[in-house]
């Protein structure tokens, strides 16, 4: 079998992306993920577990907000060189 092209890879990736999303439900196949890197913000903020349960939430979705709010800075960053440059 000859070598697919990166078009050809894309187009084969979109068609198995497109069948599994007809068959699955999109939030079922990403839970697993989605725990993991909400676990990523708890671990971080307290490793220890030694904040009440109240307290280790809220500060993980302020440490959660803060790294997509960090996203969009270097996106919006990364935006402004590429329209600055020649």
Same mark, same amino acid.
């Given at each position: 079998?000859?070598?697919?092209?990166?078009?050809?890879?894309?187009?084969?990736?979109?068609?198995?992306?497109?069948?599994?999303?007809?068959?699955?439900?999109?939030?079922?196949?990403?839970?697993?993920?989605?725990?993991?890197?909400?676990?990523?913000?708890?671990?971080?903020?307290?490793?220890?577990?030694?904040?009440?349960? %109240?307290?280790?939430?809220?500060? &993980?979705?302020? #440490? =959660? +907000? !803060?790294?997509?709010?960090?996203? %969009?800075?270097?996106?919006?960053? &990364?935006?402004? #060189? =590429? +329209? !600055?440059?020649?």
């Amino acid at each position: 079998m000859p070598a697919k092209s990166p078009q050809q890879r894309s187009l084969v990736s979109t068609i198995g992306a497109h069948a599994l999303h007809s068959k699955y439900d999109s939030r079922e196949l990403t839970t697993n993920a989605r725990a993991k890197f909400d676990q990523r913000f708890l671990d971080e903020i307290d490793p220890h577990r030694v904040l009440p349960e %109240a307290e280790r939430d809220r500060r &993980a979705d302020h #440490a =959660r +907000k !803060a790294y997509f709010a960090k996203l %969009a800075y270097m996106s919006a960053k &990364a935006r402004a #060189a =590429r +329209k !600055a440059a020649p």
